[in-house]
């Protein structure tokens, strides 16, 4: 994988898990930790999402199949970091979600690259 495909991941993995912080954020104390269903789907939705966006960026480079992991291991590296620095910072950053959101906001960033990790590490179909 070229340098130039490395930073583009890298830059489209940063914005999209902003957004998907940010979303968070917004909306955890008030909506999506109310009840287990909706964080379930909100997690899901998330994971989702990020899936695509990487897909997206795969296409627009036009990346072949076996440069995946690399792919999503730069594509997911910006948002791993984040997240580290968020929840160090958690108190300070998000002061009106309770501590146990904290537990949470970890559980949603380990679902959401997760499901990207399988999903680069999938196995291109074989053709007869």
Do not use: C
Not at 5 to 12: E, L, R, T
Not at 50 to 70: G, K, Q, S
């Amino acid at each position: 994988m070229s340098k130039e495909d490395s930073f583009w991941f890298a830059v489209a993995g940063a914005v999209v898990w902003g957004a998907a912080t940010l979303f968070y954020a917004a909306f955890a104390g008030g909506l999506i930790e109310q009840a287990f269903w909706f964080y379930v789907l909100n997690a899901a939705l998330v994971a989702s999402a990020i899936a695509f966006f990487f897909h997206l960026t795969v296409r627009l480079r036009r990346l072949p199949l076996r440069r995946r992991a690399p792919a999503a291991l730069a594509f997911s590296a910006p948002g791993l970091a984040g997240s580290i620095l968020v929840m160090g910072l958690f108190d300070t950053l998000l002061p009106a979600l309770p501590p146990e959101s904290l537990g949470r906001y970890g559980a949603f960033v380990v679902v959401a690259y997760g499901v990207l990790a399988l999903l680069a590490l999938e196995r291109p179909a074989r053709t007869a």
